[in-house]
């Protein structure tokens, strides 16, 4: 049996863009008389991968590296990537996660693209319309590509730059794990980055992995913004870890000590320290973590939504649950979503312009990092408790065994979206469904 094989998203569903309910096609492409103000090739390889540290394994390569080019845009910018598939035998998409792109630019194999035969090319065009910090990864037989290495970061700078006295520097840290070894940009070795004494620096952390990573400084630091979207006047932190589940992002902004310089290190478990390169060698590494952690439902200052979550137009229960089963052939725990599992979950339809409502609940016994496609939700309530700081915005939500979340979107970009777990191997096990615009 070929289970899965596929990937999330390998539905039996023959929507392509332009078939999607009553939307036009021009809505679901972006503009394409437009010239590109980024143009980038990427080409996927399959294949043995060096891994820092030694080993190697096999897995994927963008341009011969992984992680992949780091693809820089402004915002506003129309991006354009060519993609070409040489050598990935079960065929590769691109999927922009986190980048709310038109519908046809999704990547999603089997939903919005066929995958991309060895030989062949796909050109992606969309318009980085939202600043902030995303990554890019294929999304065929994703739990395989993804972790084994076909993917990389894309940043997208604002289209007004900060005021002159607001140093501000800015470095990428994304992490992943290469056949167990922790990776930092695709390194072991810390990074240093080189900053005048007292200039702030934003560092964005990509967590590219399978499990939830935690990030914490040496000295007080600010969570700037989560998952590409600002964080509303964040207070200092201190003491306290971030979490940023599997897809998730979070820019960490810290002061260079006087001495210049900041340096990120990775650790185990996916943890990730910003400290001081002055410090003696033996301080840096995080050898056990601050115990508290940071609450994102209550950090940052509160600013009114830009909709009304109370009066939603649709409102879903999302309930995941464990299923012990033998699936073609293949005994293990299953995944359920309102008790059915991929590809039977029925699709979340929603009409252009609603606000939907979801209620999460994870019954199953395991976290489950939860990523909506083409979209960002804002977190009402975790168990009841109503979200008090900034609003905490995402596209990839950690909901922890037991934990109940009422998360809430605006239904603006038509299309076929998924709506699955980040930890792959759970997405091909059952947990996907989708969201479909009527
Ligand atoms: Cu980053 Cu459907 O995934
Ligand atoms: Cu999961």
């Known amino acids: 049996g070929e289970h899965g094989a596929n990937g999330p998203g390998a539905a039996e569903a023959s929507g392509t863009a332009g078939t999607t309910g009553d939307a036009s096609v021009t809505s679901l492409t972006a503009d394409p008389e437009r010239p590109a103000d980024v143009r980038v090739e990427l080409v996927a390889r399959q294949g043995t991968v060096e891994v820092p540290g030694g080993r190697s394994i096999e897995g994927y390569t963008v341009n011969g590296v992984s992680p992949g080019p ?96 607001a140093v501000e520097l800015d470095a990428t840290a994304l992490l992943h794990v290469y056949g167990g070894q922790h990776t930092l940009n695709g390194r072991v070795a810390d990074e240093r980055v080189d900053a005048p004494p007292g200039a702030t620096v934003r560092v964005r952390v990509i967590n590219t992995d399978q499990g939830t990573a935690s990030v914490w400084s040496a000295t007080p630091f600010r969570v700037v913004a989560v998952d590409g979207h600002e964080v509303h006047e964040p207070g200092e932190v201190d003491g306290q870890r971030v979490l940023i589940p599997a897809g998730g992002r979070a820019d960490v902004a810290v002061q260079a000590p006087t001495r210049g310089a900041v340096r990120l290190h990775v650790g185990g478990a996916r943890s990730m320290l910003i400290g001081d390169p002055s410090a003696p060698e033996a301080s840096a590494p995080p050898v056990s973590q601050p115990p508290k952690t940071l609450d994102l439902l209550a950090y940052g200052t509160p600013t009114p939504l830009a909709f009304d979550a109370a009066a939603p137009d649709r409102s879903y229960d999302y309930v995941i649950a464990r299923r012990f089963g033998v699936i073609d052939g293949r005994p293990g725990n299953f995944w359920t979503i309102n008790g059915r599992m991929f590809p039977d979950v029925p699709m979340f339809d929603v009409a252009e312009g609603d606000v939907v409502v979801m209620h999460l609940r994870n019954d199953s016994g395991d976290v489950h990092p939860m990523h909506l496609h083409g979209h960002h939700v804002v977190v009402l309530s975790r168990d009841g408790v109503a979200a008090s700081g900034s609003p905490w915005v995402v596209d990839s939500l950690d909901v922890r065994p037991g934990e109940a979340y009422d998360i809430a979107f605006v239904a603006d970009n038509p299309g076929i979206w998924s709506d699955h777990c980040h930890t792959l191997p759970h997405a091909v096990d059952g947990l996907v469904a989708h969201v479909m615009y009527e």
Request: charged content about 20%; glycine content about 10%.
């Open 70 to 165: 780091e693809i820089r845009a402004r915002q506003g910018d129309l991006i354009e990537v060519e993609f070409a598939n040489e050598s990935v035998t079960d065929g590769a998409t691109l999927h922009w996660h986190g980048i709310d792109v038109p519908n046809a630019a999704d990547g999603v194999a089997g939903i919005t693209q066929d995958a991309v035969p060895v030989g062949g090319r796909h050109v992606y065009r969309f318009e980085a319309t939202d600043a902030g910090t995303y990554w890019y990864h294929s999304h065929q037989v994703s739990h395989v590509q993804v972790e084994r290495g076909l993917l990389g970061a894309i940043v997208v700078e604002p289209a007004s730059t900060e005021p002159a006295d």
